[in-house]
């Protein structure tokens, strides 16, 4: 009988109370500890609540899941690393590129330890359904990507750390538009142009709350991303163009429901009388089974040893590359940040 794995988690917010519900409904991950400053956290009494993070990487787990504030990830998934625990990490790997690298010097330093990164929306089933169309060439090569995703406001709270550079490294690109361009490079590799024009429009914060960016690959794949917080309509749209046809995510099984329902869309481009209005096959995705999927994931790479897939420190890092390549493509943005005290893009 395998022995399940023994977890912890630092950091009792949303994303702490997601990951402690995963692991109790998975058959071979055990919740044993956690940490939070918050004295109102709730919801946890299955566990061994402890006053820090140390203590939980020296308790009886072995391994832990991040859930903290960006500024302190390094430190944390570094200690967990040395202390030889297997660490999950929510995303951003961190508040700039420096942050994922010290995590990645960590990780040689422990070869033998599993490390793998929050990008659940590799496992949406309707980005697992596009990946299989557009790798059986269906329809033919991508030509180009286009990305959505944008939200009308955070949590309302003014002392939300996210809006605090200091603690996020970022506003909303580093924060949301960083999982879209995963799946960019999820679907087409890694980019090496970069051009960007990143703005604060609306919310009064020290952080961008619109980028809207263009990728160039080696192989002549362009992707196009509008990352905002001022869609005041939630939306989630990944659109992929191939050679004779193409494919389309629309919506998301968020937790709050805010999103449209997830649809899957594909089309083979038609000429004749369906010029521009081809014929669609749609299907409905409402269940959202991403956080089951990453823990199972994780836990099997624990137990066999075998390399994590989805969610590794390159994915972490080159995903970081792109965030941070965009705002220094925008040198206006960048030139108003500096003059601006605490406004950081």
């Known amino acids: 009988m395998v022995e399940p794995v023994k977890m912890g988690i630092i ?37 061994q609540l402890l006053p820090d993070f140390q203590s939980v990487i020296d308790s009886d787990v072995d391994a832990v899941f991040v859930c903290t504030p960006n500024r302190f990830i390094p430190d944390v998934v570094s200690a967990a690393l040395d202390a030889g625990k297997h660490v999950f990490c929510e995303k951003p790997p961190g508040r700039n590129v420096n942050d994922i690298e010290r995590i990645m010097e960590a990780e040689k330093r ?3 330890l599993i490390l793998k990164f929050g990008f659940n929306h590799r496992y949406h089933n309707g980005i697992m359904e596009a990946k299989k169309v557009v790798e059986s060439r269906r329809y033919g ?4 990507m286009r990305g959505i995703y944008g939200k009308a406001e955070g949590s309302g709270n003014p002392n939300d ?30 980019f ?13 914060i ?24 001022t869609q005041w309509k939630h939306r989630f749209t990944l659109e992929i163009c191939l050679e004779d046809g193409y494919v389309v995510i629309d919506g998301m099984p968020s937790t709050t429901r805010s ?55 390159t994915d ?12 220094e493509a925008d040198e206006l943005f960048m030139k108003q940040a500096a003059g601006k005290p605490g406004k950081k893009c």
């Open 11 to 47: 950091g009792l917010g949303k994303m702490g109370g997601i990951r402690a519900q995963t692991i109790r409904e998975n058959d071979l991950s055990l919740l044993i500890s956690g940490t939070d400053p918050a004295p109102t956290a709730k919801g946890f009494d299955d566990m």
């Open 110 to 112: 422990n070869p033998g």
């Open 141 to 144: 090569k991508i030509l180009w």
């Open 161 to 190: 750390w996210r809006l605090d550079p200091s603690l996020s490294g970022g506003g909303i690109l580093l924060d949301q538009g960083i999982h879209m361009l995963d799946l960019f490079r999820h679907f087409c590799g890694e």
């Open 192 to 204: 090496s142009e970069i051009k960007s024009m990143c703005s604060t429009a609306y919310w009064d």
């Open 206 to 229: 020290p952080v961008e709350d619109n980028a809207f960016v263009l990728l160039r690959n080696r192989q002549g794949h362009i992707a196009m991303l509008h990352s905002s917080f």
């Open 259 to 313: 999103y449209r329902d997830e649809y899957f869309i594909q089309g083979r481009r038609h000429t004749g009388i369906a010029i521009g209005n081809p014929p669609e096959e749609t299907v409905f995705c409402n269940v959202d089974l991403s956080w089951e999927l990453e823990l199972k994931e994780f836990v099997n790479c624990i137990l066999t040893g075998k390399a994590v897939e989805h969610g590794t420190s």
């Open 316 to 327: 972490a890092y080159e995903t970081m590359r792109l965030v941070f390549g965009t705002y």
